[in-house]
């Protein structure tokens, strides 16, 4: 299981829309699905009850969103605080003097 499905299951825990969470996520709604199955056919238990007109989390994937949410907010975090250090790291400029008695 990777971060982007993760990130998929989170967003459509949130939103409880297939449609919208294919929106936010820049992909397709038959992609959401097939994400989601993936999910659950790993883990082995249903996340999601769906019908054409609603989709509501189960009582797992309320139990599995409750997990995971604050691992992804700690990846994301990780990578902010790699990419400012390595921005600050990039912009220091070092400047070195050497002074002899006969300069």
Known sequence: MDIKKLTIFINLAETRSFSKTAINMHVTQPTVTHT??????????QLFNTNKHYVTITENGKTFYHDIKPLINNYYSAL?????????????????YSYTPFN
């Open 36 to 45: 989601i199955k993936s999910i659950e056919s790993e883990i082995g238990t």
């Open 80 to 96: 902010q605080n790699i990419k400012k250090k390595n921005l600050n790291a990039s912009s220091q400029i070092t400047i070195g």
